[in-house]
């Protein structure tokens, strides 16, 4: 199990995990175009949308931190690796298992893929936190 300090900063906490589901709200519904969510989920000619899609999940979070922590800017670039990977798996399966939107399965992944955004950014939160506190 990871180490979390006994001592974190509570409202630094809050606020990150509040920033967090609000960025996950807009950057991957409000702001992903139908260019993005099309094009990351095809079997070639993905690269870009899904690049595109991941950098504004990048820039966000590296709003985020910048806002609560600067020293922990670098977790822009770990949401843009982690978003990706998950994002570009959830691809897959669905290519391979030709989920389709009248299917359970289609929306058992999107509810796994928004669950693993989430725990993510409860890592990032969690970090943040921890940052605020240490000595």
């Known amino acids: 199990m990871p180490i979390i300090p006994e001592q974190i900063s509570a409202h630094v906490l809050i606020w990150a995990t509040a920033l967090f589901i609000l960025k996950q709200l807009v950057a991957d519904f409000v702001l992903q ?10 079997q070639s000619r993905w690269l870009f949308p899904l690049a595109a899609h991941v950098t504004i999940h990048a820039l966000t979070t590296l709003a985020i931190c910048l806002l609560l922590s600067p020293s922990l800017a670098w977790l822009a670039l770990v949401d843009l690796l982690v978003h990706a990977a998950i994002d570009r798996s959830k691809s897959l399966i669905q290519i391979r298992l030709q989920f389709k939107p009248d299917q359970s399965g289609y929306w058992w992944m999107l509810g796994l893929d928004q669950t693993l955004h989430h725990a993510t950014h409860l890592v990032f939160a969690i970090t943040l936190a921890s940052a605020s506190t240490a000595p």
């Open 33 to 42: 175009t139908s260019w993005m969510a099309r094009g990351k989920e095809q």
